[in-house]
């Protein structure tokens, strides 16, 4: 027996190379960190039958994974035929004008500047390659151009960094916006529940099997949290470091630069609500 709190989501064991579902393959970048977890998932999809693949998130620019993901699509009989960002951070992004250049592939994303090619990506676009279908649902809040993928034929969804395997993400102020972040994470949790959506594919750490759970747990952590930093600074502590120190005392270190964009992020919500 342990006394380890339940994991929200149900998370699956291992994050590692191979099938996640009947469409979707997961290519584990090797970058490691306590921000990326256990590396950043580059997800290959595909119709089954089908000789076509979409490539979600590349990841790093590191040359033997972004070859990698083209073998492991080789080896089951598939040609990438297109890549799609969930969002520019570099540990997604970052390799996709190489693995263009490899494929021979167009990029498409939200942000203009991350595109190869003329086409863009955005809300109710559905993307059909070789059978397989995508929605592209937008979930901005952990930065401004964050796209979640809806795989309706898994009943699954991609949703980048908006919702990870483990633990919780990061808003990344001053892009990143809160107000915007709880709509997205609404508009997943609609997917759950209207669209039968049950796994998440994210873009970091172990498949969830309950999506709806997840973000359930995602809806309430941002409350509890908001609720500290709100009673953090009524006990006066005006600066974001000191409501990081206040209010993340039982994070690791490490990770207390992010938790102050985080916390940044949550002023701002409170400020332009008039509720600090
Ligand atoms: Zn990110």
Avoid: C
């Avoid at 921000?35 to 693949?53: C, V």
């Avoid at 559905?126 to 279908?133: A, F, R, T």
């Avoid at 919702?163 to 107000?179: E, K």
């Amino acid at each position: 027996m342990t006394d380890a709190p339940v994991l929200p989501g149900r998370p699956r064991g291992e994050v590692r190379t191979g099938p996640a579902t009947a469409r979707a393959v997961n290519v584990l970048a090797p970058n490691p960190s306590a921000m990326t977890l256990d590396g950043t998932n580059t997800w290959i999809l595909s119709e089954p039958g089908s000789a076509l693949a979409v490539v979600v998130d590349p990841g790093p620019l590191d040359e033997g994974h972004l070859r990698r993901v083209v073998e492991v699509a080789e080896q089951a009989g598939k040609r990438i035929a297109l890549t799609l960002l969930t969002h520019g951070h570099p540990d997604h992004a970052e390799g996709a004008a190489r693995f263009a250049e490899l494929t021979g592939t167009r990029v498409r994303a939200l942000d203009p500047e991350l595109r190869l090619g003329d086409e863009g990506l955005g809300a109710g676009d559905v993307i059909e390659v070789g059978g397989l279908e995508l929605r592209v649902v937008p979930t901005p809040g952990h930065t401004a151009d964050s796209l979640s993928f809806h795989l309706p034929a898994d009943r699954a969804v991609l949703t980048g960094d908006t919702v990870l395997g483990r633990g919780t993400t990061v808003v990344a102020h001053p892009d990143g916006r809160l107000g915007d972040y709880l709509d997205s994470l609404r508009r997943l949790r609609s997917l759950t529940v209207d669209d039968g959506v049950h796994t998440v594919l994210p873009g970091h750490g172990p498949v969830l099997e309950d999506a709806q759970g997840a973000i359930e747990y995602y809806l309430a952590h941002r409350a509890h949290r908001l609720a500290q930093v709100e009673t953090a600074v009524e006990n006066g502590h005006r600066s974001p470091a000191e409501v990081v120190a206040h209010v993340y005392a039982d994070v690791d270190r490490s990770l207390w630069p992010a938790a102050e964009l985080s916390v940044r992020a949550q002023l701002v919500y409170l400020e332009e609500r008039g509720l600090i």
